[in-house]
């Protein structure tokens, strides 16, 4: 069904205006780090302020205004098959799972421990049977791996188990060459690689307001060569940013705006997201919270700081403390995901699988996700009301005393009307008993190992996976 976005609005259009001239003052009078001179020379060059001796860059207003508006309003995020593009822009909200998690919680031990290759593989299978993540966020950090090969074997594993958009956060310039070279090999050459990119690659700044070499090679390569990218801020309110969330947001407003403006200074009409990843504390024991209330607030008003410039949000939703899935994660997971969506954003990442403040991921939890999210595509598509639905002849036909159950009307419209789930339990106790007292995670657990099962196999051709490993001998085996 076509979303309707019923809409949840934390910021009124006056709050939307204060943040956005506060942030834009902090660009101009207080600027961003740029922690490399030949970055510093190329923003000047374009007509940024450049202060020398503190390497920042200042952005003045008119500057800033026709920089920003060099950027797209509007982008693919491709998938290999045509299947799963991500139109961003358009209206639509998607969810992607998040990544570069270093635990995972293992439901046949019950226990933690570390990520391995084999669960970048396994997340991207799951994902790409799971129909309510819309692309792929490399999940975890492979222990097993040397660190000069983590975003090739990355890259290539979650392309061999996957169709979808493959999206991924690099360490460094060289892996965003590797998963370039290895990208444009799957696609048959570089400009079908840049005609319907199906990579995307996350990039972050330091809060506060500094983006260091590493970044800024990044941003450089994916702007230059047509590759979709974020420059995500994370700033943590009451440690990496004010302790209020007006603050909070103000300075992230700006350092995202300067991500974008910096990738239209290297590659005019580069394909970027607006990033937001704001954060919070316990300030009471100083534990960090990504799934607090307020987290989800934020997350929601970034969406509205992004459309006042037209701008695709990448925002963040679907996080949690819990360290299973459990009531307390339903609970936060559903609300910030669903506060996020209401508003409009145009990808919700972390969305799917995370678990432990962001820190760990869980299969079950994957599938767990997947069938929040489609409870949410449900309420953000609404009611329909037409001449169909409206249902006059039907009533009519049927009458008082009548039932509606087997009437073509009732036919018709069961499939579109409802949202039917695989995980919950839909049966009365004495089944329920029957059945062995199934519970979502229990069910959730069967169907992960169903999906693996079915998954074992790569989606790559043998012949170009032999290709690849010719060229690239730094990739590993599961």
Known sequence: MPMRLPSYRPLSPED??????TSRRILERVGIRILEQNYLDIL??????????????????????????????????????????VHLGEGMVHFANGGRVFRILDMGTGGYRLTMLRDVAHTATLVNQL??????????????????????NDFYHALNFTSKHVMGGCDDAEGVKQMWELAQLIAGGE??????????????PISPLTIDANTLKILNICSTSGIPVTCAPAPISGATAPAT?????????????????????????????????????????????????????????????????????YASGGVTEAKRPDIQSGCEKT??????????????????????????????????DNEIIGM????????????????????????PGGNYVMEDHTIEHMKEEFFYPDLSVRCNFDIWEERGRPSMLSCAN?????????????????????????????????
């Open 335 to 368: 609300f910030s995901n669903l506060m996020v969506a209401m508003n409009g954003a145009d990808l919700i990442h972390l969305a799917a699988g995370m678990l432990d403040s962001g820190n760990s991921i869980s299969y079950e939890q994957y599938v767990i």
């Open 376 to 399: 949410i595509n449900r309420i953000l598509s609404g009611i329909s009301v037409n001449e169909g639905t409206l249902g006059f002849d039907v009533i009519e036909k049927v009458g």
């Open 44 to 85: 000047k060059a374009a007509g940024a302020i450049i202060d020398q001796g503190d390497q920042k860059v200042r952005f003045e207003a008119a500057w800033l205004d026709e920089v920003l508006a060099r950027a797209p309003s509007q982008f693919v995020l491709y998938s290999r098959d045509g299947k799963n593009d």
């Open 16 to 21: 939307v205006r204060k943040i956005d001239q």
């Open 191 to 204: 400009e079908e690689l840049r005609e319907k990119p199906f990579v995307s690659v996350i990039s972050n």
């Open 446 to 478: 069967d169907l992960v190992d169903e999906i693996l099962d079915d998954g074992r196999e790569g989606l790559l051709d043998t012949d170009l996976i032999l290709e690849i490993k010719k060229k690239f001998p730094g990739i590993q085996n599961l």
């Open 245 to 313: 969330l007006a603050g909070t947001l103000c300075q992230m407003h700006a350092e995202a705006l300067a991500g974008v403006a910096i990738c239209q200074v290297f590659s005019p009409g580069a394909k970027v997201l607006y990033g937001a990843v704001p954060t919070t504390m316990d300030l009471r024991h100083m534990e960090y919270t990504m799934g607090s209330v307020e987290m989800a607030i934020m997350n929601a008003a970034a969406v509205q700081l992004a459309k006042l410039y037209d701008l695709p949000i």
């Open 131 to 152: 129909e309510n993540i819309s692309l792929y966020i490399i999940a975890c950090q492979a222990h097993d791996l040397e660190p000069q090969y983590y975003h090739l």
